[in-house]
């Protein structure tokens, strides 16, 4: 009876080869894989690995960048001057007072590579109420040119002006601001919103408004989930949302019963619809 050949084994590696070289041995996208899921810490660190890994990390494209509460600015400003690659996600979840400015050129060089996700939450140390502060920090206009965003998460800013021309962000799916102000009226959210047709979740929480009473339309025929959270509705309405799944309005002070009734007619096709608004008891 025939014999089925062997088997070979694999072949190990030489024990003079060094863990570096070893690495090296693997395919670019390999490598550049294993880096982007590194914490930025870790992956900076490979640089002492070899004269070949000096730099990589520097051009891993879509790196996740954490910074986590009580991180210095340097290695922020160091990490972001020496990229060369699109960003993945930065998240910045307590950028103080201090660092307001700072955060202005976080974003500049964010802008010149490229980001998909943006997180930052501003915080004043004077208040814990921010609206208490009569100004709040004003985002850089750079943020108009974040054309790869996909996820916009703000708190605690004020929002410029659009720029003329400006035709939204092409792949903005989820949109989530809150604490965040409007000085030159609500028109730039509701164009924002209307021109970022990909938009698929929206959620506003105690937006700042301005001084006057003024309109303004919610338009996105693509959102799938809609969260909104205010002592007013400050004249917003909603205009059709053929793809709503899910709503919730928290309404902390009372509005016009009209406005109430309008709002639910045009939310009434969301499979699962949450109200909350005071209840008003008139005597007989």
Known sequence: MATSPARRRPRLPSPDISAAEL????????????????????????????????RRWESVPYLVLHWPRGTPSAPIDAVLAHRTCPVSEFRHPYVPETEFRLSDLWLLRLASVGVQSLYLKFKWTESDWLSLIPQLHMLHSCIFSCLELAVLDLEGCDF?????????????????????????????????????????????????????????????????RLLISSGFVYGLQIDDLPSLEEAEINLRDYIDVQEIMNLNSRLDQARILQLSMPVIFHSP
């Open 23 to 54: 690495l090296e041995s693997l395919p670019p996208a390999m490598l550049d894989e294993i880096l982007s899921r590194f914490p930025i810490r870790d992956a900076a660190r490979t640089s002492v690995l070899s004269r070949a890994w000096r």
């Open 160 to 224: 410029p002006g659009l720029p003329s021309g400006f035709a939204g962000f092409p792949n903005l799916t989820t949109l989530s601001l809150s604490e965040v102000g409007f000085p030159r009226g609500l028109g730039g959210l509701e164009a924002m919103i209307s021109s970022s047709s990909s938009l698929q979740r929206l959620r506003l929480e105690n937006l700042r408004m301005p001084d006057e009473y003024e309109q303004w339309v919610i338009h996105a025929p693509n959102l799938q």
